[in-house]
Every structure is written in structure tokens, then in C-alpha cells.
């Protein structure tokens, strides 16, 4: 039995919790990971100050866009070598491989040098103030002029865990993790050398993460193998990888967009405010990156089984993802609630404005996450149906359609309040829309089950 037979059996005979586990805990875990990065650059800067959080703060959208790109070329990929694969064909899958890879590279540099070129100007145009400014500015070079190896780094992820080695993957992301963890304050602090030393503790995590994965390509511990041999300008492959990953750059370019959004929001109200929600920002990623992991597990469990007419395992999935995603999100929107000064004041222990002003955007932001993993859970059942006009109106309602619309408008009306309260009141719009579709998707389901029974 081949590994795509053995995926199918395990969708269609093994125990929900299970298969939904088994499926979505490696994506999960490296997502989770990668907003670790984030949340310990912004943990051991916040202690430089206010302008060096709010430093951070602005960079964080390029960075986005950077893991967007990849994750455009890994995820792509991935789809169609594991189908590859599943028939047979290693060698178009080498190609595939082979191919996602170097063309992520050769994107990543041109749009590293870009941005580069003009980085004082994306600078400001993410809301660095004339004091954030020049510690933007150093942070950024050296992070942006690295984020080279992220990009390597995401699309192989991405391109391993689609010939099933999810634990490799998992232990070369906790690698990185760690390791910067035990740089950043030794390069901040120790060697002094500030707001750069952040940005090198990163650069350093992920080498050490890029030579792990380039270990495994030269050992052959797997079963696809790169060459720039089968590096080709393939329409099919391209078509194929663009097929899945072009709406993933998408959800990542609304993502930078809403946060480069805020941050212009927040820096006509001071450096304070800037840091304020850059601190939220990273946090929130920390629970949204654990529910969409979670999520890859659930799409291709629901689709198999929609597409086998097997409604009870079906509902099965969904009841278990809509309890597991309620009790996730609940706790996280508990602590947010119940303790957002404490949990602000990790990051900027000084500044009295920072911890007031970051500590009402989270508990705003809490009372709202507690719906989040509704939401998910039928965006992405609606695009595991192939339901896409419902599936992609869901995924970039929260970012896109209500809080661009929303940021733009409400600090002109209530002021410093309009950015605080902008993702809570984006979210509430988002859950209304998805409460009216999952009305809607449940009566079909339940339709069809009738005529089938």
C-alpha cells in the first residue's frame, strides 16, 4: 500500500480526533513556531523601549509578505507532489520540487532587493515615526537582507511534509525556535548590540534551520531529490502550484496589509500606541496560527468524506473541530480578558501608555477571539466542499472586507478608540456572516443526507 493509499484509509476508517490530529499537528506546531519568532524578537526588544518595540512593530508586515511568498511556492507544491507521488511519478515530483524551490529563491531576492531599495519609504508608509524611524532602519536591513533563508526555510517545509516526513519538518522549525530563544538576549544584551542584535538572533535561528534542511537534501534521507537539473519554466507545474498557493499569498498580503493599516492608524496617536498594538498584533498571531495549523488537518478529512457521501463522519469532523477550536480560542480569550495589562506589560515594562493602550486592544480583541475557530471551521469546510465563492468570501472577510473598510474609517470618528477596538468590531461582522452561511450550508447537508439515507 502507497502512502497516498494509506492517507485515503486513514480519512475514511481511522477515528476522527485521530486522523484530525495526525493531519494537522505538524502544520500546526510549525505555524505556531513561526509566530514564536515574533513574539520573542518582541519580547526581549520591548526591553530597549518604546521606539524599539514600535521598531518591530512595523517590520512585522514585510515579514508577512516574505512567508506569504514562500508559503505561495511551499504549500503549491506540496499539493501536487504528494498527488505525484501518489501516482508514481517521482520524477515529475523532483521536477516540482526542484522547480518551487528555486523559483521561491529567485522571487525572494528580487523582492528582498526591492524592498531594500526603498526601505525607508516602506518604512514609513508602516507607520514608523520620525523616532522609530532609525531603529526600524537597523532592524530591518539585517532582518529583511536574511529573511532569504525563511523563505528557503518555509518552502521546504512545506515541499518535506509532502512525502510524509511532518516530523522532521516539526523538529527543523523547534530547532530554529529555540535557538532564538537562547540568541536573542545573549546578542541583545550580553554583546550589546541592541535592536541589531534582534534581528542577527533571527538570522542566525534560521541558518541554523536552513543547514538542517540542506543536510537532509545532501544525505537523501527522503525520497525527493533537488537538482538544478530539473529546475523548468513548466507551465504545468507553475499552473498547478498557483492553483493552490496564489489565494495563500493572498490571505498573507491582506494579513500585512491590515497590519501595516493599523500601525499608520496608530502612529498619529505617538510611539507608545505603535508598540501598543504591534505587541497585540504578534500575540494574536500566536492563537490564529495554532487554529489555521489545525485546519489543514480538518480540510482534506472533510472533503474526503463530503466527496465519499459519508455525512455522519462528516459531521463527526466538524462537532470535534467546532469543540476543539471553542475550548482553544475560549482559554486564550480568557487570559486575554482577564489578564491583558499583565500579559502587555512582558513586553514593555515601563511604559505606562503601551501596557494601557495595548492592554484594552486585547482584552477588545479576547472578547471576539472566542469565535475565531467558528469561524474557521466553516470557512474551511465551505472550501473543503468546493464551495469557493463562500470559502473565499470567508477567508479574507476578517482582514479584508470589514476591517480595511473599518480601520480606515472608525479613528477618523472616535479616535485612538477606532484603532483599539477596529479588529474586535471586523470580527463581530466576520461572525455574523458566518453564522448566516453555516444556516445555510447545515439545512443543504442535511438535504442531501435525506435523499441518500
Known sequence: MNRNDEKIKMMRDEKIPKVLLNL?????IGMLVSAFYNVVDAYFVGGLGTSQMGAVSVTFPIGQIIVGLAMTFGTGAASYISRLLGEGDEKQANKTASTALMTSLLVGVITIIAV???LDSVLVSLGATATILPYARAYAMIYIAGSILTIFNVTMNNIITSEGAAKFTMVAMLIGGGLNV???????YTLGWGIR??????????AATSLFYAWYISGRKGYLRFSLRDFYFDKTIYAQVFKVGIPILA??????????????AASNYGDPAVAAMGIVTRLLALGT??????MKGLQPVAGYNYGAKNYDRLNEATRVSLKWAAWFCGIMAFMMIVFPDAI???????DAMVIDIGGRALRASGIMFVFFGFQMVYGTLFLALGKAKEGGILSISRQGIFFIPVILILPHVIGLNGVIYSQAIADLLTVILTAVLAVKLKKELKGIAEQTA
Do not use: R
Open 24 to 28: 494537522g499537528m505538524p502544520t500546526m
Open 116 to 118: 531594500l531599495c526603498f
Open 182 to 188: 537562547i540568541f536573542c538576549p545573549i546578542f541583545i
Open 197 to 206: 542584535g534582534a534581528a542577527i538572533a533571527t538570522l542566525a535561528a534560521q
Open 251 to 264: 490571505f498573507q498580503l491582506l494579513a500585512s496589509a491590515s497590519i501595516g493599516l493599523t500601525n499608520t
Open 289 to 294: 496560527f495554532v487554529v489555521f495549523g489545525y
Open 344 to 350: 502587555v506589560s512582558l513586553f514593555s515594562k515601563d
